[in-house]
């Protein structure tokens, strides 16, 4: 499956954005999808994850009550609602996906990868 991230962009503190994730290739509804970010100077860290019926969604401590995760099988594309956004919400948010099975938050199991999106939060 090929993955495509967009809807970054600048931001204030404060303010919201909604990244995509549109896939292509392979069937979407077979997948559960998740969301990764990558700040400058540190690793690839876990943001959000929902499995492929939209049942199971799992969120990163720091994201949650501000971020949602979303997904419709339908336009083959999962989103991702930023709220409340901070200055250390900035990063290269990156989309991924992996067969359905245990909703992973660790990046190593994930097989697919987009080419990520730059989300700049200005204080």
């Known amino acids: 499956v090929q993955l495509q991230a967009s809807g970054g962009g600048l931001v204030q503190t404060g303010g919201s954005l909604r990244l995509s994730c549109a896939a292509s290739g392979r069937t979407f509804s077979n997948y559960d999808m998740a969301w990764f970010r990558q700040a400058p100077g540190k690793q690839r860290a876990f943001v959000a994850a929902i499995s492929w019926n939209g049942i199971t969604i799992r969120y990163a401590d720091s994201v949650k009550g501000r971020f949602t995760i979303s997904r419709d099988n339908a336009k083959n594309t999962m989103y991702l609602q930023m709220n409340s956004l901070k200055p250390e919400d900035t990063a290269v948010y990156y989309c991924?996906?992996?067969?359905?099975?245990?909703?992973?938050?660790?990046?190593?199991?994930?097989?697919?990868w987009g080419q990520g999106t730059l989300v700049t939060v200005s204080s």
């Open positions: 991924a996906a992996d067969p359905p099975g245990a909703v992973p938050t660790i990046s190593r199991f994930y097989d697919y």
